[in-house]
């Protein structure tokens, strides 16, 4: 993937009733600090999709956090690496 192209990025929520709940794409940049760099929203079927644009080249980290809401708990994937080349 050449840096600076925009890449899609798809999962889906294990919480049924989760539709509409905001899920952010977040960055690492360096030791603990993670940056949001896109937003989406949970579909009704479970399914979301956002989009980032690895900035540089080489290993771009990134992992999707959703904010604890109504029952559910704080969720963290686990993180990704998108190459810019």
Known sequence: MRAGRVVRVTGSSVSRGAEGVRVPLQRHYSRNTWRTVNSGVIRASGAF?????PPRKGMNTYRVQVAPQGPWARSTSRPFVIRGR
């Open 49 to 53: 999709m956002l989009t980032a644009q």
